[in-house]
């Protein structure tokens, strides 16, 4: 079993819609939680990390966190054509040192 | 900030020839992490550093990658020889190398190599 999962996609959504992108890890013990943007040729950029139960938001995203479901999700707002790219979960499980564990990532394309 | 710095950006070779990736870390950062990208495998991390010791390397395929950190400001990857199964895109990424795990990585740019 992987230890951080995500749907490859391809996920399309037309512009201005709500692009949801869920992650599920198996290491209970995990503490950190990280969204990174990839776009083609690119490297990885952090959106956001999350650390607590609940939502946490940024902009037009929002990070949620279910613990007990080990299950995080990236959402964003009024999506834009920009927004296209591959979105990479990255989970920290802490009692391991500062290694992060990435899921595959969902490619996401938005429709002008 | 300069960021991390990668080089070579991009590296062709021939089977069985040596390769060396090289890295600088954001400066004042402690924990240095290689990692190689495919399409197969997604984001895999091969090693990491912190205080220039490496901590984990059980993500290094096999005896023919080696990595060093002599130092703060560098460190580097050698694939000794070649295969064309090592082609991948390569990413060095760093963080401040504190406790708990709570913290963030920043990648470089990448290396591009593609062994013929």
């Known amino acids: 079993q992987k230890e951080v999962e995500q749907n490859s996609g391809p996920l399309s959504v037309p512009e201005g819609a709500i692009a949801s992108l869920n992650c599920t890890y198996s290491?209970?013990?995990?503490?950190?939680f990280f969204w990174y943007r990839q776009y083609s040729g690119k490297s990885p950029e952090l959106i956001m990390f999350?650390?607590?139960?609940g939502d946490k938001e940024d902009g037009r995203f929002t990070a949620q966190l279910n613990k007990a479901s080990q299950y995080v999700s990236l959402l964003i707002r009024d999506s834009q054509p920009s927004d296209s790219a591959t979105y990479l979960c990255a989970v920290n499980q802490g009692n391991t040192g500062n290694q992060f564990y990435f899921g595959t990532g969902t490619s996401l394309t938005v429709i002008p | 900030d300069a960021g991390v710095i990668q080089s070579p950006r991009h590296e062709v070779t021939e089977m069985g020839q040596e390769v060396t990736l090289r890295c600088k870390p954001i400066s004042g950062h402690n924990s240095l992490f290689w990692y190689r990208q495919t399409m197969m495998r997604g984001l895999e991390l091969l090693i990491y550093?912190?205080?220039?010791?490496?901590?984990?390397d059980s993500g290094m395929p096999e005896d023919r990658f080696s990595a060093k950190m002599p130092n703060a400001s560098f460190s580097t990857l050698k694939i000794q020889p070649s295969e064309p199964r090592d082609s991948a895109v390569y990413f060095c990424?760093?963080?401040?190398?504190?406790?708990?795990?709570?913290?963030?990585?920043?990648f470089g740019p990448g290396t591009r190599l593609l062994v013929l």
């Open positions: 290491d209970r013990g995990s503490q950190s």
């Open positions: 550093f912190n205080n220039n010791v490496p901590i984990d």
């Open positions: 990424a760093s963080s401040l190398g504190t406790s708990g795990g709570q913290e963030t990585q920043y």
């Open positions: 999350i650390y607590s139960n």
